[in-house]
């Protein structure tokens, strides 16, 4: 008996956003990428390197928050925006992520930056693509890292946008004095 074919399944892109600034988050990074490429649902594509930048709160940038570690990777999934939404935050909350506070410190942040170049926000659970990722470098810079030619649905070009956005980015360099550990030595994820 031959075994059965398996159906191809198509899925469409989409683009995911990481952020961490408690403890060790360059594994957290590392393990929320693990987490996620062991979704049956979605296939990770490409991985930034790793960015870090200060805390930005509603009031501005905290100098006295812990630094962030921010990423982001290009997906390839057959989940609804709903359904992708509910797998990151399945991935948040297995790595400790507690949201008590509004732009608070987190040991994870995941967020759907885009997703198939939908524009929508009729669902209050999700607004499509992201509110505020067209004024952030933290998400724009590691993007382009990936995908040089982007564009954000509604704002356009990723590198114009990078280009005005105001919040400091520097490149992660391990090694630094940072209590970050595993790493490697190109500060990849």
């Known amino acids: 008996m031959r075994p059965r074919p398996e159906r191809l399944r198509v899925g469409v892109p989409a683009v995911l956003a990481f ?10 990074i590392r393990e929320a990428l ?14 930034s390197r790793l960015y870090e930048t200060p805390a930005l709160k509603p009031e ?6 812990p630094a962030y570690l921010n990423a982001v990777a290009l997906v390839n999934t057959i989940l609804d925006p709903l359904a992708l939404l509910a797998a990151v935050n399945q991935v948040e909350d297995a790595l400790g992520r507690v949201r008590e506070e509004r732009w608070g410190d ?4 995941i967020d759907i930056v885009d997703y198939q170049g939908i524009v929508a926000d009729d669902d209050p659970r999700i607004v499509l693509p992201h509110p505020r990722a067209h004024e952030r470098a933290f ?19 990723v590198a114009a946008l990078a280009a005005e956005a105001t919040d400091p980015v520097t490149l992660y360099e391990p090694g630094d004095g ?12």
């Open 106 to 109: 987190r040991t994870i942040d």
């Open 60 to 65: 501005g940038i905290d100098e006295e928050a």
């Open 139 to 157: 998400v724009l810079v590691p993007w382009l890292d990936v995908d040089p030619d982007a564009v954000l649905p509604g704002y356009g070009p």
């Open 19 to 28: 952020g961490s600034n408690l403890g060790d988050r360059v594994a957290t």
């Open 34 to 47: 693990r987490l996620l490429a062991d979704d049956p649902g979605l296939r990770v594509e490409a991985v």
């Open 178 to 189: 940072n209590a970050d550990a595993g790493a490697d030595e190109d500060g990849d994820a």
